[in-house]
């Protein structure tokens, strides 16, 4: 992915939880957690491989373009450590090409926003959230995705974003 997409991200994420973030142009090679079986790739083992390289006063988020998976879904849009310094996302079911349709680069990077925003909200602690509205209601399709905001709600956001 191109890096002024990612240093648009990484912007977006410094605004919403009003701290630095940049972006580690290293890349994440998770081919490792390959299943030949789903032809997808373990979220859980991606995840763990990058809490290595974490440290406890940051977070960390990878950002892949693999389709990734947990056994017990079809797939998902990322994972993180609960309270832990790490996160993981996947573009691969953001962009509308996916679904067959035209491209919408705004709309990928605000689907790839929110999913980050939900799983750093997660290594803050956060459980998911029953506002619909809220980043961190649980969704597990674009249309949801684009239904929620990329903004905590205001019981999230007080523990998301202390003052
Ligand atoms: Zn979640
Ligand atoms: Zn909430």
New binding site residues.
Partial sequence: MALEWLDELAAALAHIFRVSCHVITSPLDGAFAFDPSRGQYHSTAILERLSRTASEETRLLGVSELDLFVPVLTFVFGEAQLQGPCALISLHRLREEFYGLPARPGLFLERAIKEAV?ELG?TFGLR?CPNWSCVMA?THAVERLDLKSAKFCASCARIALPA
């Fill in positions: 939900h997660h998911h649980s």
